[in-house]
């Protein structure tokens, strides 16, 4: 098995960028994906792929990657932005792996 | 439009098994497979394994081999999942999550609204 690799916490003011790492060894094979979680909901999916972004979520969501890291950016934060952020790999076969999250606070 | 809606909360005793139901809606349900997630109360998300609609296929996390089960019921499009001897620590929100699998991907595009299963002597 294999782990994913995020901060526990990232802060930023409203208006401003917010970039969320994730690392693993397995992320240079193998796509990434990204989901917010709002305190009491279920998990929703933002990007996948490293980079796609599905249909209904606000293009300031973007996707990026670079070796054995991939960055989930938000672009003009929100306050309803403040959620907690998953990514997750996987191989067909899996298992599927998920980082610890990441609680992202509007300030 | 996709949906998928789970079952109630459930409380159980150690030692006594649930079975946690996630009724599909909106799309071809044998054209996608069900995952289920589980989130222990202020942790992470964690799979819990993978059953294919189609072909009744699955696959398990390794620490949970033996002690779940996932079935469809395609006349349905209800997907179950079954874990018994429970413990304290599977005190946990169960999610199901309609699932993308290729050579490529593997990603949860819906998920259901969760089901609390409180284990609790």
């Known amino acids: 098995s294999y782990e994913l690799t995020q901060p526990p916490s990232v802060s930023v003011s409203p208006g401003q960028t917010a970039r969320i790492t994730c690392s693993g060894d397995?992320?240079?094979?193998?796509?990434a994906y990204w989901y917010q979680q709002k305190p009491g909901q279920a998990p929703v999916l933002v990007i996948y792929?490293?980079?796609e972004r599905p249909s209904g979520i606000p293009e300031r969501f973007s996707g990026s990657s670079s070796g054995a890291t991939v960055t989930l950016t938000i672009s003009g934060v929100q306050a309803e932005d403040e959620a907690d952020y998953y990514c997750?790999?996987?191989?067909?076969?899996?298992?599927?792996?998920f980082g610890g999250g990441t609680k992202l606070t509007v300030l | 439009q996709v949906q998928l809606v789970q079952s109630g909360a459930e409380v159980k005793k150690p030692g006594a098994s649930v079975r946690v139901s996630c009724k599909a809606s909106?799309?071809?349900?044998?054209?996608?497979?069900i995952s289920w997630v589980r989130q222990a109360p202020g942790q992470g998300l964690e799979w819990m394994g993978w059953?294919?609609?189609?072909?009744?296929?699955?696959n398990y996390a390794q620490e949970l081999q033996g002690r779940v089960t996932m079935t469809t019921d395609t006349s349905t499009s209800t997907a179950y999942m079954e874990l018994r001897s429970l413990r304290s620590d599977d005190t946990a929100v169960y999610y199901c999550?309609?699932?993308?699998?290729?050579?490529?991907?593997?990603?949860?595009?819906?998920w259901g609204q969760g089901t609390l299963v409180t284990v609790s002597s």
């Open positions: 909106g799309y071809s349900f044998t054209s996608y497979g």
């Open positions: 397995a992320l240079p094979k193998q796509y």
């Open positions: 999550a309609r699932t993308a699998v290729t050579a490529a991907d593997y990603y949860f595009d819906y």
């Open positions: 997750q790999s996987a191989v067909s076969t899996g298992p599927v792996v």
């Open positions: 059953i294919s609609a189609y072909n009744g296929n699955t």
């Open positions: 792929r490293d980079t």
